[in-house]
């Protein structure tokens, strides 16, 4: 399993958890830095593939 595909499921089982549980904000955060990061290497693996 890719290692970009893995931070995207995490990161949505954060953002569901995040705003399941009001007082965990900080998954919120979390989840939200780890969708952003999984998109930028999808990009870039994505760009490295094709040169």
Known sequence: ????L???I???VMLIIG???EAAQ???W???ALLVISL???FVSR???RV
């Not at 399993?1 to 970009?4: A, E, N, R, T, Y």
């Open 47 to 49: 760009g490295k593939s």
């Open 10 to 12: 995490v990161g949505v």
């Open 40 to 42: 930028i290497m999808t």
């Open 19 to 21: 705003v399941a549980v």
């Open 1 to 4: 399993m890719s290692l970009w």
């Open 30 to 32: 979390i989840g939200i």
């Open 6 to 8: 893995i931070l995207i």
């Open 26 to 28: 900080v998954l919120l």
